[in-house]
Every structure is written in C-alpha cells, then in structure tokens.
C-alpha cells in the first residue's frame, strides 16, 4: 500500500516559519497532483494548498502571500513553506498525493502557533 508520510510540524511563536514535507513511501508513484489540507478542532478540514503536474498553484485566501507549495525536482516529495505563522493557523495538516490512478492521505502533523 503507498502511504503518504509527512514531516516538519511543529511548535512555533506567531511569525515565526515551518517547512512541511510530505514524500509517497513507494518511489515509483508518479505525483500528477498534489494538496495540503488542514483541520482546526472543532472545524472541518479546508484547502489550504494545490499544485498540478503542470505547476499550477491556488491557494487559500487566508494563507495567500504567505505559504508556498512547491514539490522537489525528481522526486516524489511535495512541501508547504509556511512563513509569517499566525495562532489561526494551528491545525493539523494533511497532505494529499494523488497518482493517474489514486489519491493518498498523509497521516496529518500537527501545527501550533503561540501567540
């Protein structure tokens, strides 16, 4: 089974940055498409983030200006750079990869800003 395995969450004071990877546990799954998302308690779980084979990107308006999604060249590897952190950003965050064939969940690392 490909797992989507995520990294890179953490505590961090408003302002502050943090770098999330996420990277398909088998190295033959071709990304076409990827997606973070995150989930506040209490809250439904929103986009935050997408990109397209294509390099097409679209992003949250909460998080414009701010987070960039980008993957690594030659590698089945996505990453969310979170800059200028707010306490509203606190969530889960879970990314998604998705293959000509499927879509995978990564198993969510957890994002805490302190005011």
Do not use: H
């Not at 707010?86 to 005011?115: H, I, N």
């Amino acid at each position: 089974q490909v797992q989507a395995v995520e990294s890179g969450g953490g505590l961090v004071q408003a302002g502050g940055s943090l770098r999330l990877s996420c990277a398909a546990s088998r190295s033959n799954f071709r990304i076409v498409a990827m997606a973070w998302y995150r989930q506040a308690p209490g809250k439904q779980r929103e986009l935050v983030a997408a990109i397209t084979s294509g390099g097409s990107t679209n992003y949250a308006d909460s998080v414009k200006g701010r987070f960039t999604i980008s993957r690594e060249n030659g590698k089945n590897t996505i990453y969310l750079q979170m800059n200028s952190l707010k306490p509203e950003d606190t969530a889960v965050y879970y990314c998604q990869l998705s293959s000509d064939r499927m879509f995978v969940w990564g198993q969510g690392t957890q994002v805490t800003v302190s005011s």
